[in-house]
């Protein structure tokens, strides 16, 4: 049988991303959480975060965990969480018999609500410990606060109001967000105070549901859908997230899995919908099409809500959505999947003044994505034998904000795996190239790694990865790349100069497709 979770000494894992200037200046870090141990499944270690270091409002607030774990283990998922409201999502690496170090930070500034007063912080790694999986994950949670410059008091005029029961969520987080393809959700009444509304949705798909070399199970293609009672209100599609034990483990030394220290949350603009919230109870349904009823998705909403200058009386929203999954088996061994949707939101309101507004949010989105499967059928958490995976996602949107946003996503993993008398051969690559654009700021990711794995003599433990991450933000730019061999990094390069304002950094003009939406990008 295949025995994974121990693999050769490399160095510590790491991402490739530009260290952005923190608007603010840093007046303190508060440690909740050090020296966590976490060692079962069920475990969650809560500590106490008493008061920030300096008072609001702050322009920047960030969560960072560190991490440290040696021996066997497999990657595991987790999150981090302030009073039941979740701040991250993450995976860990796979460890090597030395022992790695990481650590992942995430800007939290639009939840910086929650550090008003004292708060339980709570951490979660569902983690099994045996005489062969022996790796113990120490874990270390803290939040840093960067003040405004004229250090002016009050707090941020923005709330977080979790769709999920904060108590279920501290007490049993996986269990009381556990989803299989539909979850509903009961929203209280809004102040009529409110200007703009959001919808952060952390999701994560795990057993069948899991990308490997395309998900483990079903159709190569998903898409996230949200209703307002009823009406449509968003559409987009999972971010393809994979963990640092996907395909082949030796993809990922020491470049982590594709976005798997953070797996950031997908959000949706619902501002055209506040008329319908500031006046009544209401219910928030979110669908993920395509989803294979053997997996499960791990689904924690939070509605984001922006105090406006003016109360909102009356209004109405409307929504319209087309377009839906479409599957189609190209060979007897190749399976498809394609979606074109489109999105327009219109909400028209009456303010207190008595004057009109209007809010839109419109979409277009549109993927394929494809599976050549010709030897096994892969399983839960477990790629095929023999697969050669890819795909392209696209979209662009323009929110309330009247800023427009758009992405672009493309992916190509190949695996192939033998079973050998007493170990494995594993064969394996992949490549993923992102562009994300919002407003005038550009991200762009590309990454190549391969490697193979054979466990019985003759062993073979090689990769080798190349990575660049080009970011133009503001008249700032950066360009750093990096490249590994065997566990090592062999190259690294980093540059910042000063450029036009949303010229990027020389983009491509043609770049095949990925992006994860940092905060402040709208993506619906």
């Known amino acids: 049988a295949l025995v994974f979770g121990e693999f050769p000494n490399s160095s510590s894992p790491f991402t490739l991303d530009p260290i952005v200037p923190v608007d603010g200046i840093l007046c303190g870090t508060v440690s909740v959480i050090q020296g966590a141990e976490l060692s079962g499944y069920s475990q969650i270690v809560t500590g106490l975060f008493s ?9 920047t607030v960030q969560v960072t965990l560190e991490g440290s774990v040696g021996g066997r283990q497999f990657d595991r998922f987790g999150g981090v969480f302030v009073g039941g409201v979740e701040v991250l999502r993450t995976s860990t690496p796979e460890p090597t018999p030395a022992g790695i170090k990481w650590s992942v930070t995430r800007d939290v500034t639009d939840y910086a609500s929650l ?36 250090r ?22 996986w269990n009381s967000t556990l989803t299989r393809g539909w979850a509903n959700f009961s929203a209280s009444k809004l102040p009529a105070s409110a200007g703009s509304l959001f919808l952060d949705v952390f999701a994560s798909g795990h057993g069948c549901e899991e990308f490997e070399a395309g998900y483990d199970c079903g159709n190569p293609l998903r898409r996230f859908v ?10 987009m599609y999972p971010f393809p997230v994979v963990y640092s034990g996907g395909v082949n483990p030796l993809l990922w030394r020491p470049l982590a899995g594709v976005e798997s220290f953070s797996i950031s949350p997908l959000r949706f603009d619902l501002s055209p919908f506040l008329p319908r919230m500031v006046t009544s109870e209401a219910e928030v349904a979110i669908r ?42 190209l060979s007897a061994t190749c399976v498809e999947s394609r979606d074109r949707s489109e ?41 095929p034998d023999s697969r050669l995976a890819w795909g392209t996602m696209a979209g662009s949107a323009v929110g309330t904000s009247g800023l427009p946003s758009a992405f672009q996503f493309g992916f190509s993993i190949t695996v192939n795996q033998t079973e050998l008398s007493s170990g494995f051969d594993i064969n394996a690559t992949a490549t993923v190239d992102s562009l994300q654009t919002f407003g005038g700021s550009v991200w762009n990711k590309t990454l190549h ?8 003599e003759p062993v073979v433990q090689t990769n080798a990865a190349a990575e660049r991450y080009l970011v133009s933000l503001g008249s700032t730019c950066w360009d750093a790349s990096v490249r590994v061999s065997n566990g ?35 993506l619906v």
């Open 51 to 59: 008061k920030a270091p300096c008072d609001g409002p702050w322009e």
């Open 115 to 150: 550090f008003q007063g004292p708060q339980n912080v709570s951490v979660s790694i569902p983690n099994v410990v045996t005489a062969v999986y022996t790796g113990v994950l120490h874990v270390n949670i803290s939040f840093s606060f960067f003040a405004t410059r004229t």
């Open 152 to 173: 002016a008091l009050g707090f941020p005029k923005a709330a977080v109001v979790p769709l999920r029961d904060p108590h279920s969520v501290m007490a049993s987080p």
């Open 226 to 235: 949200v209703f307002l009672d009823g009406v449509p209100a968003g559409v």
């Open 288 to 329: 993920v099409e395509g989803a294979s009823a053997s997996g499960v998705w791990y689904l924690n909403p939070a509605l984001v809500v922006v105090e406006g200058d003016e109360e909102i009386m009356s209004g109405a929203a409307t929504g319209v959505l087309t377009g839906g999954l479409h599957h189609k088996n």
């Open 343 to 383: 999105l327009l939101v219109k909400g028209e309101m009456v303010m207190r003044s008595g004057r009109r507004k209007t809010l839109s949010v419109s979409a277009s989105l549109h993927a394929v994505s494809a599976y050549d499967t010709t030897a096994g059928g892969g399983g839960p958490a477990q790629p």
């Open 449 to 456: 790694s391969q490697s193979r794995y054979r466990s019985e």
């Open 488 to 522: 090592a990094v062999v190259e690294q390069d980093g540059m910042q100069w000063l450029c036009q304002p949303g010229a990027g950094p020389g983009l491509p003009a043609t770049s095949p497709v990925l992006a994860l939406a940092p905060v402040a990008a709208v």
